[in-house]
């Protein structure tokens, strides 16, 4: 490929193609020339498909009963977490040998700075990334795209622009050019609440957002206001973080079949609290506030946040507050995925200081919680378990 600023551009953003298919066509090669879909059964959601379904209109989220309408002869695959864990941790060390400077934003993609490294490495940033994609494809077997740019911000729009197995590049002097006719759907964070809003202000294109005062940006948008205005104009001068800091912890089911039994629900609402508890005390943090998330039978999200009084890590706190959320909710709903976790982390020492004077067992089941931690620990996570957990 050729560009003015090739060899002088080291942002990059590395996106994994169809990450999870991938790995289930180099594992089963039968699988090559098929419509793949990773997901549940029939009643849950698409957690990715092949380039083959996605041609017929399958993404990400989709329930998997409209999938399956428009890819009738897919063939679906249960997710193999471990599996694509295991692969991410090899490109990861592959990213390693380029720049310690990595900072992931899930297993299959991440952005890197290759700032100065190419007296080290003998070839520029550019070189040294299709290397890397090459390395992947054969001794892994699966591919990527790269996005080759001078900010975080249009290092992912540009790995997006050629998949599959794209190198795109978005110099200095053309991101005005570039990015003015651009919907602004394309800024990364922008869901559809904030994208209905700036479209109700008549904002639907970065030429639209340039039009814009920054302060009246501010005004109607908040803190929000004044990253449009510089993301306007391709201005990110937010760095790439090695150890960004983890912003909440959380787990979530989906039912093969939509339930409104209060026991079913009681018992997976506790599963996921204890599973967020559980990776909570393996990183040493705690949470803040307790979120329950659950999406009713018309696919539709429902979410409800409860602050603490002091952060937590304890499963037993962490359901209790994620049930009275719950118990808020209109009664006999039906749903079809329930999920509960913690955000607003802090350290595990700054965690269940203070005793509840409204619930004084509080501390005694803490205290059991953490006796229960050590057994399951030293005997295998089904050493014990709560009856709830059995329903």
């Not at 110099?171 to 050019?177: V, Y």
């Not at 394309?186 to 994208?195: D, S, Y």
Request: net charge positive.
């Amino acid at each position: 490929m050729r560009h003015d600023e090739l060899w002088d551009l080291s942002i990059a953003h590395m996106d994994c193609d169809a990450f999870y298919a991938s790995v289930e066509k180099r594992d089963n090669p039968a699988l090559a020339d098929k419509p793949v879909i990773i997901g549940g059964g029939r009643r849950g959601v698409v957690s990715t498909a092949c380039y083959v379904a996605r041609i017929r209109g399958v993404r990400s989220a989709m329930p998997m009963f409209k999938a399956l309408d428009l890819c009738p002869d897919a063939v679906v695959v249960k997710p193999r977490m471990s599996v694509y864990v295991e692969v991410s941790r090899q490109i990861r060390t592959m990213m390693e040998e380029l720049t310690p400077a990595i900072e992931p934003l899930s297993l299959d993609e991440a952005f890197l700075d290759l700032t100065g490294t190419a007296r080290l490495h003998g070839a520029p940033p550019a070189v040294m990334l299709a290397r890397l994609v090459k390395r992947m494809k054969a001794e892994l077997g699966v591919t990527g795209s790269i996005g080759l740019s001078h900010n975080k911000f249009l290092a992912k729009i540009a790995s997006d622009l050629d998949k599959p197995r794209g190198f795109a590049v978005i110099g200095q002097a053309e991101t005005q050019e570039f990015l003015r006719p651009k919907p602004i759907r394309l800024i990364w964070g922008v869901g559809q609440v904030t994208q209905e809003a700036l479209e109700r202000g008549g904002i639907r294109t970065f030429e639209d957002l340039l039009r814009w005062d920054k302060r009246d940006l501010m005004v109607r948008f908040g803190s929000m206001g004044e990253r449009l205005w510089h993301l306007a104009r391709g201005q990110d001068h937010r760095r790439v973080t090695r150890n960004a800091p983890m912003k909440s912890i959380s787990n979530e089911t989906t039912f093969n079949e939509d339930t409104a039994d209060p026991d079913i629900l009681d018992g997976h609402l506790w599963r996921m609290a204890e599973k967020a508890s559980d990776r909570a005390k393996a990183k040493g943090l705690a949470g803040r506030v307790v979120t329950l998330k659950l999406r009713r039978s018309d696919f539709r999200i429902v979410s409800r946040r409860q602050a603490l009084p002091d952060a937590t890590q304890i499963a037993d706190r962490i359901y209790r507050v994620a049930r009275a959320l719950f118990d808020q909710m209109p009664a006999g709903q039906s749903y079809r995925l329930i999920g509960a976790g913690i955000s607003d982390l802090v350290p595990e020492a700054q965690a269940d200081m203070s005793g509840d004077l409204l619930d004084p067992q509080a501390e005694a089941r803490a205290k059991a919680e953490r006796a229960t931690d050590a057994i399951r620990a030293k005997f295998g996570e089904n050493a014990i378990l709560k009856g709830r957990t059995l329903r």
